[in-house]
């Protein structure tokens, strides 16, 4: 498992501090886990099995086998909120996240522009 720990990270691009941020815990547990000199308890596994990544969650039989893909793809909904939720925790007024609060601040009469917006563009497009 500790190979296909480090082969996830790499896979990431993340470092072992990033991501024993990301799970709550320290670095050197990581580093414990990538070398084989630890190995990670269930919690530990379903932890990161559960963590939302940009690439979707871990796929546990993967990560604890090797067999079937790294990653299972995540719904629509799962990459929206974990968009959504990368972008709030950001502590820089940036422009996605100044987007997210202007969208969130439009009223049902404002979405219906939108949508005629978007429907209008999409038929100049079809011809």
Known sequence: ??????KLRKELDITQQELADKL?????NI???????????????????KTDFP???????WLRTGEGEMFIEASRD?????????????????FK???ISMLAALDESDWEVI?????????????
């Open 1 to 6: 498992m500790n190979e296909r720990l480090k």
């Open 24 to 28: 709550g815990t320290a670095r050197n």
């Open 31 to 49: 580093a414990g886990y990538e070398t084989g000199k630890r190995q990670p308890s269930d919690a530990v596994i379903s932890l990161i099995c």
């Open 55 to 61: 690439q979707g969650r871990v796929n546990e039989t």
């Open 78 to 94: 799962e990459r929206i909120a974990t968009f959504v939720g990368d972008i709030l925790k950001d502590e820089e007024e940036t």
């Open 97 to 99: 996240k100044k987007f």
């Open 115 to 127: 949508q005629k917006m978007v429907e209008l563009m999409q038929k100049k497009g079809a011809d």
